[in-house]
């Protein structure tokens, strides 16, 4: 026994073992924010990233505009088909908003889960080791970036904020594993049906919406968006379009697969979302701990 | 002024990571491979090769928490397994000659031990579902050429900037 304690390699090991659990165990647990060490340290290597993606932004921008040179005669064709029905559109959608606003004002409700005031961003990095799909904004907590909002680019949702530091914030991408990311989604149709954005199928690379009841019929190529009922999402946000459904593990539920409409890659410019409608008080919400659904 | 050369050196190794990924295409040769890169464990364990385990275990672990404060946010996973192959990598030198090759295939068996390690860890706390043949086919062979690749390129000057620090050591 007194050898056993005599090796010191192995008792570095059994030490540094115990250490790393406890490291392990104390970043894993709710944090509603990082320590000040942890924030100095991501604030400072924010700052050294955003020096460093404007020149690879322009590098990688330049490239880009050479590949989109190259197919600008058949885009052109197929824009120019689609104004035509652009202007249409756009007559009707003033019209219905002007009635939607009347309606409103007879109603005396102002405002509505779906507004919400846009706050731009730049992506200064993203997560290299790609188990934790993660990338960081150049916002931060001076900017008013809060925790839980939503981020989205032109095509859709992309992800939320995970944390916030004083100039820099870092997103989950919808497509990271975690059990507690949950979204609170519509998939549109004749009648809208509720379900919950819970995980993402990498194989297939397509969202899962779970928790849909098995009676109802859902289609290929129907819309989802984000319900706003979650609390700090606001409504309507596009989320993507379903490939396919298929049954639960024990046929009570329906999982339908989501295509994103926006592509988690090659990320340079985003949107936060900050929601104008307040969040009810959890105090409000009942008692007990829910699940944190957005 | 030689001094800053090797922190700078990882730093940018650090941040080169990061570009790479974010303007990787999500598919690669039209298939949805996993490319995840290990530059800047590839630096560590040429400087644990070249410039002794001391400087690689030490360097391991600083760059290994800044790694997982700055990208992860769940600190001991690289803060363990960068110090620990390192630790591994020298052990297996003991037994090998230091030569350019040897230190190009040593450097990828510990990069596909970290790749297994962060598999493992990140499957025990429920990080990934990802079965292990899939890790295996989507992620773990790819990672491996593409880091092959960048450790051929660099190999060469990380050894020279490696040797020629070892020399200014023993100078001073």
Redesign the interface.
Known sequence: MPQFFLNKRLIVLLI??I???A??G???RERSK?SWP?QF??DT?GL??SL??KP?HLV?GFFENLQDLQNTYEENKELKSRMEKLVSLEAQVQELKKDNKELRDILGEEETLRDFEPLQAT?I????????E???INKGKTNGIKKNMAVVTAHGLIGKV??VNQFSS?VQLLSA???KNRISAIVQGETNVFGLVE?YD??K?ALLIKAIPSGVEIKKGQNVITSGLGGVFPQGLPIGKVIDVKPDQYGLNQTALVEPGA?????ENIIVITRSMAQPNEADMGEGKEEEDL | MKKFLLPLLF?ILF?L??????????EVFGK?Y????HFLFGGILFLTIYAGRKYGIIYGAIFGL??D????????????LFP?IAYLISKIMHVLQTNIIVAFLVSLVGIALLELG??E??FL??????EFK?FIT??FYPSLILNAVFLLIAAYPLKRHFESFVESLRDE
């Open positions: 540094s073992i250490v790393l659990v490291l392990i104390f970043s894993l990082l942890e340290l991501k290597a050294v990233q460093v993606s690879a990688a992506v990095g993203r997560n290299p080791d790609r188990w934790h993660m990338i960081i995970k944390t870092t594993m975690d059990p995980g990498k194989e690379k592509n988690f890659y090659d990320l | 730093l941040l990571e990061s570009i790479f990924v974010q303007y990787i295409p999500p949805n996993i490319l995840a890169p800044l790694f404060i700055v990208w992860i946010e769940i600190i001991g996973i690289y803060f363990f620990l962060v598999y860890m990140d706390i429920h990080i990934t579902t990802l899939s989507m992620r």
